[in-house]
């Protein structure tokens, strides 16, 4: 990446011909594969996998074969994934169904300031309504919880640790193992929203030392509405949402049985070829970093500058509105957003970079770039290149 003059003076002939998806943390695109893999369980295998006649057999085996996939990748018994509707689904089930069913036993969550709000609200809902008490242990500037002080939040009332591995935001990976180290050692429940994480990063649960983790298919090629929560065997859990038997009574209703082989077939693929992929992707990445912060006046990395995901870029630009950079870059063809997808219903800065102690002015100019399978270096220079003419023309102009 050229820098200083002769990057304003490339930067006037940057185009490229096509639209750039620069939102991967949002969601991703389904693989023509996995799709291929679904389909004839549209309209083939459409049995109900709990039905006795040997035509269900086809969804039965789809549904047990997908579940052992999902389950050698995460090292874990085929009888521990629970497959959901969605990450947040996971994250519900988790956090009520651990909490609820020690409700005897105590009433006291740990958890950080930086979670999706997957899990924030919903322990805020279970201390406003079930008289909960919820510690949240601070995060670093760079958005890091120390494991020592989640052991130092422990109390005889605690009945569940739920701490996120990447964070959706500013991509930096918590250090789950070292937690989960401490967590078994006082025998709490220990859940990790892994929902970023799933596709690059090692799911391995037993190096990870956790009890319960989440998955979203759409984050890493497979379609929106399939999750995965794995829990481990033992690990107290009432299930919330109750009908038939399905998921060994732990989440009734009907499996989704295309959707649930696309997951199952997405994760496979893109652990097939992980490192080079993540190699790549973190190449990628640091070239887009490098470059805005070596072209983009006032530009800020947020979050921490090498324990991230390798595909997230974020940053904070002083004097700008994140939203207005956002309607430029959309009409440069460039898909990106200002933080978390889901957190754009909340008004004011993101509570993910007050977290970390950026102040609210400038939390307010902030940008996650999400980088793909598809993404190129030239869209990289591309998108450096918009921002660095961009940022300028929008601090002249902005009352901030
Ligand atoms: N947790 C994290 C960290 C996320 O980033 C997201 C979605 O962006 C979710 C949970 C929710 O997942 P889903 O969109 O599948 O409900």
Known sequence: MPSGRAMREQEMMATIDHFVYMDHAATTPVDPRVVDAMLPYFTEQYGNPSSVYRFAS?????????????????????????????GTESDNLALRGVTLAQRERGKHIITTPIEHSAVGVTCEQLAKYLGYRVTYVEVDRQGLVDPDAVGRAITDETTLISIMYANNEVGTIEPIAEIGQI?????????????????????????????????????????????????????????????????????????????????????????????????????LRNRLILGVLGNVPGAQL??????????????????????????????????????????????????????????????????????????????VDYVVSVLATTVPELRAMSPL
């Open 302 to 379: 947020t979050g921490h500058p090498h324990q991230r995901l390798p595909n997230n870029a974020s940053f904070v630009f002083p004097g700008i509105e994140g939203e207005s950079i956002l309607l430029r870059l959309d009409l440069a063809r460039v898909a990106a957003s200002t933080g978390s997808a889901c957190a754009s219903g909340e008004n004011g800065p993101s509570h993910v970079l007050t977290a970390l102690g950026i102040e609210p002015t400038l939390a307010r100019g902030s940008l996650r770039l999400t980088l793909g399978r598809h993404t190129t270096a030239e869209e």
């Open 58 to 86: 086809g969804a039965r085996q789809a549904l047990d074969e997908s579940r052992k996939k999902v389950a050698d990748i995460l090292g874990c018994r085929p009888t521990e994934i629970i497959f959901t509707s969605c």
């Open 183 to 283: 967590a078994r050692e006082k025998g709490i429940p220990f859940h990790t929203d892994a929902v970023q994480a799933g596709g690059s990063l090692d799911l391995d649960v037993n190096r990870l030392q956790v009890d319960l983790l989440s998955l979203s298919g759409h984050k890493f090629y497979a379609p929106k509405g399939v999750g995965v929560l794995y829990v481990r065997q033992g690990t107290p859990l009432l299930p919330t949402q109750t009908g038939g038997g399905q998921e060994r009574h732990l989440r009734g209703g009907t499996e989704n049985v295309p959707y649930i082989v696309g997951l199952a077939t997405a994760l496979e693929l893109a652990y097939q070829d992980v490192d080079t992929e993540q190699e790549r992707l973190t190449d």
